[in-house]
């Protein structure tokens, strides 16, 4: 998780960022987000095709410049395109709010393709947000680029990237936010589980995101916010992995479900911003051919 493989796709003030992301945004993301990640097109390694897990290799024997995560099960699983449907939670415990992202977050969508190469992984995420409910729209809510509070729906991109820091399997990166480099790193556990987490510059959690995966091409991730040791946001996301056709069939689907306007596709970062980027640039990819 897929926001930085991990990390939450929103920062909530300083405090949130998914998969994965988060990966709003989590997703496990290389170093947030959310919310982390996030990446492209491999052949997809089919659990028969995998090799038995590696946890660890000798530290004599340890070149990490040409190590492989892909001889590690849990990241096989990870490599790929995966579609989600997701819930943030805020401090309170009920579906967070936010007045610089009036759309909702108690059911969304995220979009993650996660590229392992190498000693590397790249991952890209988009995450789409229905509409606010109309009745909860009055002339102080402003919903970002053209669209309408209550009508339109909206979309914001993440992207992490993160690389191996010894040859057990596990990857670190610094992500960039609000102006602060904050350190991530991931560390497998087992062929079925992955730890992501994400640190303030003086040190202290800022997010602890668990990813499980089971061998049927799904995953589920949860993690827990923190700003000066206090919680402030918890997610659920639901994936499963998908062939590359289908993932861009599924995201085109989602905009239309949430009434996304064509000029914000892609067209916000983590930070609400404006992305400054395109759907193509942003996955790597000529969309444009597919």
């Known amino acids: 998780m897929p926001k930085f493989p991990y990390l939450i796709p929103t920062l909530l003030c300083l405090s949130t960022a998914m998969l994965s ?82 759309y909702r977050y108690d059911n969304y969508r995220g979009f993650i393709h996660l590229e392992v190469l190498g000693n590397a992984i790249k991952q890209r995420n988009v995450f789409l947000y229905p509409p606010k409910l109309a009745e909860l729209c009055d002339e102080t809510t402003v919903a970002l680029g053209n669209g309408i509070c209550g009508i339109n729906g909206n979309e914001k991109i993440f992207s992490a990237d993160q690389k191996a820091n010894d040859c057990s399997g596990n990857i670190s990166g610094p992500f960039e936010s609000f102006g602060m480099t904050l350190d991530t790193k991931t560390t497998l556990i087992g062929d079925d589980s992955v730890l992501y987490q994400v640190r303030m510059p003086d040190g202290s959690i800022m997010q602890n995101q668990l990813t499980t995966l089971p061998p049927n091409d799904t995953r589920v991730r949860t993690a827990q916010g923190f700003f000066s040791g206090s919680p402030t946001y918890a997610s659920y996301y639901r994936e499963r992995k998908v062939t590359k056709t289908e993932f861009f069939q599924l995201l085109a689907e989602a905009r239309t479900e949430y009434n996304i306007l064509a000029t914000d596709h892609c067209g916000y970062d983590n930070t609400n911003q404006p992305s400054q980027t395109t759907c193509d640039d942003h996955f790597g990819l000529d969309l444009s051919t597919d």
């Open 21 to 102: 992301a988060c990966n709003d945004d989590n997703t496990n993301s290389t170093a947030t987000n959310a919310e982390s990640s996030v990446v492209e097109t491999p052949i997809p390694i089919t659990e028969t095709e995998q090799s038995a897990p590696i946890l660890a290799v000798e530290d004599d024997e340890c070149d990490v410049e040409n190590f492989r995560l892909l001889d590690f099960t849990p990241w096989q699983r990870e490599n790929g395109y995966w579609v989600g449907e997701y819930t943030l939670l805020g401090a309170d415990g009920t579906p967070q709010v936010s007045s610089r992202w009036p």
